[in-house]
């Protein structure tokens, strides 16, 4: 698992949440990624939720606490 700082998260959970109509949520793996994003690069699906409400609820969720998933850096590094 990464070594990201919270503050961080909490930072990049700010950013998210300040303008969520450019991002969606995997309904997958409930990961954020960008607006354009066909494919979630972390567990392969193709659902989405992209309203606004359900962005800024996941973004400030995971903003508020530590990494718990696997991503492609920890496998690959």
């Known amino acids: ?7 961080d998260r ?6 998210i949440a300040a ?6 949520v ?4 409930d990961s954020i ?3 354009n994003t066909a494919i979630c690069p972390n567990c392969h ?17 995971l903003g508020s606490r530590d990494q718990q998933s696997v991503t492609s850096e920890d496998l690959f590094s």
């Open 45 to 61: 699906s193709f659902r989405f939720e992209s309203s606004p409400q359900r962005v800024v609820e996941q973004a400030r969720m």
């Open 26 to 29: 995997c309904e997958g793996c």
């Open 1 to 7: 698992m990464s070594d990201t700082p919270l503050p």
């Open 10 to 15: 909490a930072a990049t959970a700010a950013r």
């Open 33 to 35: 990624v960008g607006s």
């Open 19 to 24: 303008n969520p109509i450019g991002y969606k």
